[in-house]
């Protein structure tokens, strides 16, 4: 499974993410991409978006894409308070049932 971290999540989160591959949008040479151009791109390439964007369902329209967001919520994009979600992160990807758009927090 290949996963792309959007570039409001601090990078280091990727080595949390063990056995999946990972790469960020930086990384990628996507940084200020508008969302739906990003999104329409990381479907081709990546079968998971990992963003903090909490708008990003609300301004885009994430059925149209074929990739699976998961919008994480923690109480900063602060890489102590993201890897508390790294539990719930790794159960969900392990979940083949859940749909396209997934919150945790």
């Given amino acids: ?8 999540i601090d990078c280091r989160l990727a080595k949390e993410l063990k056995g999946y591959s990972v790469t960020t949008v930086p990384k990628m040479g996507w940084a200020a991409i508008e969302n739906g151009q990003l999104l329409a791109r990381a479907e081709k390439q990546f079968d998971v978006f990992i963003t903090a964007d909490r708008n990003l369902s609300f301004q885009q329209p994430l059925p149209r894409f074929q990739i699976k967001v998961v919008v994480l919520h923690g109480r900063s994009n602060r890489l102590s308070d993201l890897k508390l979600l790294v539990p719930k992160i790794l159960a969900e990807l392990r979940n083949q049932r859940s749909s396209r758009l997934v919150r945790i927090g």
Wanted: aromatic share 0%.
């Fill in 1 to 8: 499974m290949k996963i792309l971290l959007d570039e409001c």
